[in-house]
């Protein structure tokens, strides 16, 4: 997802009076993921993911590069296209990492805490609450890094993205917390059954 973000990301979009970019409507998928995955294994094994979601995209992002960088063949025709789609702008990339980082693990950390402090009960409170933190930051950092890449230049178009993004994503989340619940519900069952049984 973060791969697949980084890339459509570095498309402005406008909606009628809403800015934003072409990542707008996957990337808070990476989010209930990382929900899933904070809930059911715990905050080291969300770090984990993130940390593996960070290498994984610096390898995707090198070997585009590399492959712009070879010589095209003579039949090739696509060369500039395949470059402006493939050849991730450093601002986004930068701003994409950062993000990604500090948003996803604040987003664990919290829903950890969250579940430490109140217990088990109340998912719903923990994911919403999560969100919020992450999403705003993850956010902010971003937008405030890629804005002028993908042509922003006024305050207002910066706090319109800013708020635009941090509230489609926040949203997104929300409405699908019922799909998150039986994410979580289904992956604990699957962990239950496949946990080998120990013997005295």
Known sequence: MF??????????????????????????ISYIIGDVIAEVYGFKAARRTVFIGFGVTLLAVASFSIAIALPPAPFYEAQETFASILGTLPRILIAGLAGYVVGQLLNAWVLQKMK??????????RLIGSTIVGQF???????????????????????NYVVVGFAWKTLMEAVLVPVTYQVI????????????ETRP
Do not use: M
């Not at 791969?3 to 970019?21: C, F, M, W, Y």
């Open 185 to 196: 519900a289904w992956v604990k069952r699957l962990e239950r059954n496949t946990v080998p």
């Open 3 to 28: 791969i697949i973000s980084n890339i459509t990301a570095q498309k402005g979009v406008q909606l009628g009076p809403l800015i934003t970019d072409g990542a707008f409507f996957l990337f808070p």
């Open 137 to 159: 930051f993850d956010t902010l950092i971003f937008c405030a890094i890629a804005a002028g890449v993908i042509g922003i230049e006024t305050p207002g178009q910066f706090i």
């Open 116 to 125: 430490d402090r109140y217990g088990p009960s109340h998912l719903w409170a």
